[in-house]
């Protein structure tokens, strides 16, 4: 089993950064990729962000060139460094990781962003 839990959420003015961890814990190596999602008020959850072990990257069109996940390996926490945040940003992010042969979904708890003046 793995167990994720983030951390680094917070309240920042537009225009700031926040730097979003992800620590996992358990069976670690059995992750085969990482990612974050965010659900706003009203909306859907969406994919932000995602890594796999090889190192290949995804990312939404609304972040792109602002948000830069990192992950080095599993016993590293991957992070969500994120610059110029605007209000829409605003969500609860959470970390996501498929592990296993059966590629399992495993969330974390979430971590709250505000992005507000």
């Known amino acids: 089993q793995v167990q994720l839990v983030e951390s680094g959420g917070g309240l920042v003015q537009p225009g700031g950064s926040l730097r979003l961890s992800c620590a996992a814990s358990?069976?670690?190596?059995?992750?085969?990729?990482m990612g974050w999602y965010r659900r706003s008020s009203g909306k859907q959850r969406e994919l932000v962000a995602g890594?796999?072990?090889?190192?290949?990257?995804y990312y939404a069109d609304s972040v792109k060139g602002r948000f830069t996940i990192s992950w080095d390996n599993a016993e590293n926490p991957m992070y969500l460094q994120m610059n110029s945040l605007k209000p829409e940003d605003t969500a609860v992010y959470y970390c996501?990781?498929?592990?296993?042969?059966?590629?399992?979904?495993?969330w974390g708890q979430g971590t709250q962003v505000i992005v507000s003046s």
């Open positions: 996501h990781a498929v592990a296993g042969i059966i590629r399992s979904d495993i």
């Open positions: 890594i796999t072990r090889g190192g290949s990257t």
């Open positions: 358990g069976n670690i190596f059995s992750i085969n990729s």
